[in-house]
């Protein structure tokens, strides 16, 4: 009969529904019943370039052809620059307004995106570095950007990595970043790495790897050495590590630091 369908129906579809809820539930991160596995990961130099010790490094992004581009901060000192790899030559510069501090970069569609420090200004500029727009965004401040060719990720020194539409700069997702249940804050510059979002934790010698899917944190990278090496080899002026870059194409990882000389690739390999 019609009338018992539609109630086993109402029973069959309410069950599921409940069952859906529950599973999403225990499989959020805070409450998770399926912990992730974690990785812990050290480095080794492959290669180490030349790096403008005067750049206050807040975005790096590889373009091709052993040619990076890259975004400086400090008041008076921000800039966007086209850096050649293996020279770290400075082939062109956009010096920035002085009440700019210059923060994020990065490239998508053949358009380089930065967002700025205490201010809520974005920019957006040609690979020729002219300014060809300008943006509010979602977020609570501007320090990292990323993109995996389709939307922008970004990051505001909180835990919330956000996923931002690219035309309207509004906020299409905000994941919070969890590893175990702490809060992983100050995220700082980005980079997207096979399906993965990679994050400069600021004032860390740590890259964090986070899930774009749901925050969660998949690993962490411990980069301590490179600091130390250049601390014990006489470069005291340097700042904190920051700035990660990937070539997709030959599938190389570069990082770097605000006011270090060197700029390296690295591989990355599980401790143990
Ligand atoms: N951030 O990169 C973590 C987003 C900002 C770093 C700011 C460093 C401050 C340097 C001194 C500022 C002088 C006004
Ligand atoms: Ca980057």
Redesign the pocket.
């Known amino acids: 009969k019609p009338r018992s369908y539609a109630k086993a129906f109402v029973l069959l579809s309410s069950s599921l529904l409940v069952s859906v809820i529950i599973l999403l539930v225990l499989s959020s991160n805070k409450l998770s019943a399926f912990p992730r596995v974690v990785s812990y990961e050290t480095i080794t130099v492959v290669n180490v370039f030349p790096h403008d010790p005067a750049a206050f490094t807040?975005g790096l992004v590889y373009y091709r052809n052993d040619t990076l581009f890259e975004s400086t901060?400090?008041?008076g000192q921000s800039s966007v620059r086209k850096v050649a790899l293996r020279t770290g030559k400075v082939e062109d510069m956009l010096k920035m307004d002085s009440s700019l501090f210059g923060?994020g970069l990065t490239l998508l569609n053949n358009r380089l995106f930065q967002v700025t420090?205490l201010q809520n200004a974005g920019f957006i500029y040609n690979k020729n570095l002219s300014k060809i727009g300008a943006f509010n965004h979602d977020m609570k401040d501007g320090?990292g950007l990323a993109t995996d060719g389709k939307v922008l990720f970004g990051s505001d020194?909180t835990s919330i990595l956000y996923q931002l539409d690219p035309q309207t700069f509004k906020a299409l997702s905000k994941h919070v970043v969890y590893y175990k249940d702490h809060e992983v804050h100050n995220l700082?510059e980005l980079e997207y790495i096979n399906g993965e979002v990679w994050a400069n934790v600021?004032m860390t010698d740590c890259i964090v790897r986070i899930s774009p899917n749901d925050g969660s944190v998949l690993g962490w990278i411990l980069l301590q050495n490179l600091r130390k090496e250049l601390i014990e080899t006489g470069n005291n002026g340097i700042d904190v590590l920051n700035g990660i870059a990937w070539d997709g194409v030959q599938k190389r990882i570069f990082v770097t630091g605000k006011l270090w000389p060197k700029l390296y690739e690295i591989k990355v390999s599980p401790i143990n």
Do not use: P
């Open positions: 807040q901060g400090l008041y923060e420090w320090w020194g700082n600021f």
